[in-house]
């Protein structure tokens, strides 16, 4: 029930929710009551905050400060003799009719990719998967343990944490099985400051290698129609924002 209440209450304070919620009180203000100037002011706020969020420089400006905090395992440095790859969970849904690739979202396959990469380079690693089913046929685990199994990975190698339901649950989890060992932490770049800190929390600190970058170093000329705002540059904005809520909770918590 508290799992349930803090994604109900997540989901409302990200940008998109959170900023119509505003544009709506506006209206019933304009519509319903004699308080036009806050009306009008909280649709100016609403209109300019979606607008702002859904440029390309602002997202990605966003994104790239929390991003950049750990650096990437480049591929001379890979091969580190890991006891275990620790892949944190991600969306998907278990659709039968399609390959298990198409069944994880955008974000997990990136993330299994890099997975997959260092296990290339670390032979003898464990796979640790994660990720409860939340309502789902199969766990977010069993997908990605069968995206592994196809891709190579020896099921000997990999082991399933079906019942993880955040990051918090997944660190202290993976805390019990690495101590002692060498480890690495993959999850989106985005994530991987906020995830690392909750390891520390319980006590380990597994090597960083972020992936899935949303703002990257652009070395060419940008377009100009990508100053245009689009809804891709709202979700970079979005995600970002997530983590900046994430951190704040943990920041909360952390005096209870």
Do not use: C
């Not at 709202?234 to 909360?252: D, M, P, R, V």
């Amino acid at each position: 029930m508290l799992f349930l209440a803090k994604k109900w209450i997540g989901g409302l304070l990200m940008p998109l929710p959170l900023f119509l919620s505003v544009f709506l009180i506006a209206l019933i203000l304009l519509f319903f009551t004699q308080k036009q100037k806050t009306a009008k002011l909280l649709l100016l706020f609403s209109f300019a905050f979606i607008f702002l969020l859904s440029l390309m420089p602002v997202s990605e400006r966003l994104a790239h400060h929390v991003e950049r905090k750990h650096l990437p395992i480049l591929q001379h440095n890979a091969a580190q003799n890991f006891d275990y790859i620790l892949l944190l969970g991600s969306g998907g849904i278990a659709d039968p009719s399609l390959p298990v690739n198409s069944q994880l979202s955008a974000v997990a396959n990136s993330r299994f990719l890099e997975a997959l990469r260092l296990f290339q380079a670390n032979r003898n690693a464990t796979l640790v998967v994660s990720g409860a089913n939340f309502g789902d046929i199969k766990s977010h685990a069993q997908m990605m343990q069968e995206m592994a199994i196809v891709m190579g990975i020896p099921a000997r190698q990999i082991m399933k944490l079906d019942n993880n339901l955040d990051t918090d649950d997944e660190a202290k989890k993976m805390s019990h099985i690495i101590r002692g060992k060498k480890s690495v932490l993959v999850t989106s770049a985005t994530h991987m400051d906020r995830a690392l800190n909750l390891f520390y929390k319980y006590g380990t600190a597994p090597t960083a290698a972020p992936t899935n970058y949303l703002a990257k170093n652009r070395l060419g000329e940008t377009p100009s129609s990508y100053y245009i705002p689009n809804s891709y540059y709202l979700y970079k904005s979005k995600t970002a924002w997530h983590e900046y809520i994430g951190a704040l909770q943990n920041w909360i918590k952390s005096f209870l």
